[in-house]
């Protein structure tokens, strides 16, 4: 019944997103949009439900969630959104359409890094920026981000989109660590060194070192755990060592998935119950075993894959400086006509 209800729900959203507002509310239910997929968000989902007898009922969205909690207002049904980068969390701040949430539990679960400020949002699960470095056509052990505007990779990089969240993500941190002239020096030099104009996923990077097209390149650490458990590209995988940049340093950029509550939300209660439990020991070992994320709450170890590929060392930026940050890197990618 309640796999129904969702699927009602996200047949609403791909049908007309900003029509169909959910369904009437119940006693005991919790609305939300989410930008993560279903695979990942139903097990979860029907955990939570069969543990608290509350329905959750969900609309899966690509993109214009915070501009459809501004036109919904204080009439929106949504109590919380779920979000794939720290990206999507700045534009539902910029929008001003989350609330505080004060939980002991969540506090407690969440490193204080992964937080809002203003606790309107909190991080769920984390992913490395890593470097896929060819296994035939390369000897690295070690590298850092900044190493990739070296002249020695000349025409060996590849990556996906500047203005893609995850690569903003990085250089919004490199800004941070940096500040903007020294960050777009760097990015000027990425510019000259990529083997071909930026294009494609992080997945579609990987086959291009497999392919010969280049021989290394950015990419997010699940698509490793992807890549490694899908017979279509387990090829590609296999073809690239993953290596974690910065260890010798600040540690490895990551960005994270995370929640916020809306400011509208109909059923706050049930909604800070669903915020929790996905916090918890059981949910984070969830995200880790499904997507190959690593989870955020302390002394949850990843899953079997994602633990093989080794311990590493975490840039400890907090996440929502790096939200800040974005526009910023956004500039500056179409500055240096990163993607041209």
């Not at 203003?118 to 470097?131: E, K, M, Q, S």
């Not at 690239?240 to 809306?262: A, D």
């Not at 969830?286 to 302390?298: D, I, L, R, T």
């Not at 840039?315 to 929502?320: G, K, N, Q, V």
Request: net charge neutral.
């Amino acid at each position: 019944m309640q796999k129904k209800t969702a699927s009602v729900f996200k047949a609403a959203l791909f049908t007309a997103f900003s029509l169909t507002p959910l369904a009437t509310q119940a006693a005991e239910e919790v609305n939300v949009y989410s930008y993560r997929q279903e695979f990942l968000i139903q097990p979860l989902i029907d955990t939570f439900t069969n543990q608290t007898n509350i329905k959750v009922n969900v609309v899966f969205a690509k993109e214009g969630v915070a501009e459809r909690l501004k036109r919904e207002g204080a009439n929106s049904p949504a109590d919380l959104v779920l979000t794939t980068d720290i990206g999507q969390l700045q534009e539902l701040t910029d929008a001003k359409v989350l609330q505080p949430v004060k939980s002991d539990v969540l506090n407690a679960n969440i490193p204080e890094q992964y937080q809002a400020q203003d606790d309107a949002w909190f991080g769920l699960t984390a992913r490395a920026r890593v470097i896929y470095a060819s296994k035939e056509r390369t000897d690295v052990k070690s590298i850092s981000y900044e190493d990739l505007a070296k002249p020695e990779w000349k025409g060996r990089i590849c990556t996906r989109s500047g203005k893609h969240p995850y690569n903003i993500g990085l250089i919004a941190s490199m800004i941070a660590h940096h500040g903007e002239a020294k960050t777009e020096e760097w990015l000027r030099g990425v510019k000259e060194n990529l083997a071909r104009k930026p294009q494609g996923n992080d997945r579609a990077q990987v086959k291009a070192i497999k392919d010969g097209i280049c021989d290394v390149s950015l990419g997010n650490s699940y698509y490793y755990g992807l890549m490694l458990t899908d017979e279509n590209q387990i090829e590609w995988a296999r073809a690239v060592n993953l290596i974690f940049p910065n260890q010798e340093n600040r540690g490895s950029h990551v960005n994270i998935s995370g929640v916020g509550l809306t400011k509208s939300s109909p059923n706050k209660a049930n909604a800070i119950k669903l915020m929790e439990f996905l916090s918890e020991k059981l949910a984070q070992k969830m995200y880790s075993e499904q997507n190959y994320e690593y989870p955020v709450k302390p002394g949850v170890e990843p899953s079997g894959l994602v633990l093989s590929w080794g311990e590493f060392k975490r840039d400890e930026l907090p996440l929502y400086k790096v939200g800040e940050l974005r526009e910023k890197a956004v500039k500056m990618v179409d500055r240096v006509d990163f993607d041209g």
